[in-house]
């Protein structure tokens, strides 16, 4: 069996064979002139003859040059042609999103009408389910998904931003609670917890300084919930204190529906895109462009009524203490 020759030398002889010239092939191929040269003698030296011979400033095919172009030019016709083509079937067919049912209903589905007019080439179409999602399904080019490092080696994941998990409950639960301190206050409430996110409330409580203990034997009075959407309708009916995502409540804390008096805590983990193996990482990368600008925005709203709601909290307890005095 005939041994081929380099792939690039065989480019370097099309380019240079139709455009009679190395400086043109090269700057067409984007190299130098003396890579298309050192490509064109290793083919020369591969079949051991001469394929070109100098005409004035440029060169043109010998006999033997000649016999070798025609198969050589359709090739990479025809590579061209069925590159061309699949980049079209790419870009022309969906992008496929998988999303979890909470992070979809409370912050994508506001946003879906702008994302689809200002990436209309990626025809997005969302794939939602409150179990986890296989981020390596066929039919998924990426997932939104909260996760910690490490993250998987055969997958491309794009970090959007850092997770920060919040204590929120109704106005009427807190009015209740005791205010002296984090470990007093959870000794007297309902505290909600999920399934799926095991590790929130001992996060929070490292963070908060409160000790396993008392963690322990509040989220034994507690509720256990399977998803986190089922979590915070319980949070919202005023079974207790849930804790969530900020970015999931942003809405429900705007509208006063929920409070929350006690400090955003950051973890480890991090809102990503995990790009399923051999996806479109262009589209991909478009996509968490956008995503990321979004997000952006949300955190710098979220934080500006943060910031309001703890100085209307600060003037309430002036007012308290005042009219005791």
């Not at 055969?154 to 998990?165: G, Q």
């Not at 309902?190 to 000790?211: F, H, I, K, Y």
């Not at 790009?275 to 996509?287: F, I, N, Q, S, W």
Request: with cysteine; proline share 6%.
């Amino acid at each position: 069996m005939t041994t081929l020759p380099s792939l690039n030398a065989l480019r370097a002889f099309e380019a240079t064979a139709r455009l009679g010239s190395v400086g043109e092939a090269a700057r067409e191929l984007h190299v130098t002139h003396g890579a298309v040269s050192r490509q064109l003698r290793t083919l020369e030296h591969h079949f051991g003859i001469a394929l070109f011979v100098k005409a004035g400033r440029g060169l043109v095919l010998t006999a033997h040059g000649r016999s070798l172009y025609p198969a050589v030019g359709d090739a990479f016709s025809r590579l061209s042609e069925g590159c061309a083509a699949l980049a079209r079937r790419l870009d022309e067919a969906p992008f496929a999103l998988a999303c979890p049912g909470s992070l979809l209903a409370r912050w994508l589905i506001p946003r879906l009408d702008r994302l689809n007019a200002e990436l209309p080439e990626l025809r997005l179409r969302v794939v939602s389910s409150e179990n986890e999602l296989d981020p390596r399904r066929e039919d998924i080019d990426a997932t939104l998904r909260f996760a910690a490092p490490p993250w998987p080696d055969d997958m491309a994941v794009i970090p959007l931003m850092p997770e920060r998990i919040v204590a929120v409950a109704t106005p009427e639960i807190w009015t209740t609670a005791s205010k002296a301190s984090a470990r007093a206050t959870l000794e007297r409430l309902t505290l909600l917890d999920t399934a799926s996110r095991p590790q929130a409330w001992p996060e929070w409580a490292a963070a908060m300084g409160v000790d396993d203990a008392t963690l322990s034997e509040a989220r034994a009075r507690g509720r256990s919930f399977e998803h986190l959407y089922y979590l915070l309708e319980a949070a919202l009916a005023g079974l207790g204190v849930a804790i969530a995502p900020q970015l999931l409540v942003a809405g429900e804390l705007r509208q006063g529906r929920l409070l929350a008096p006690w400090p955003v805590i950051e973890t480890d983990a991090s809102l990503g895109l995990w790009l399923a193996p051999g996806v479109d990482t262009r589209r991909g990368e478009r996509l968490a462009e956008w995503l990321r600008r979004e997000l952006s925005l949300t955190a710098m709203e979220n934080d500006s009524m943060m910031r309001r709601e703890r100085s209307s909290q600060s003037r309430l307890s002036s007012s308290s203490r005042d009219a005791a005095r």
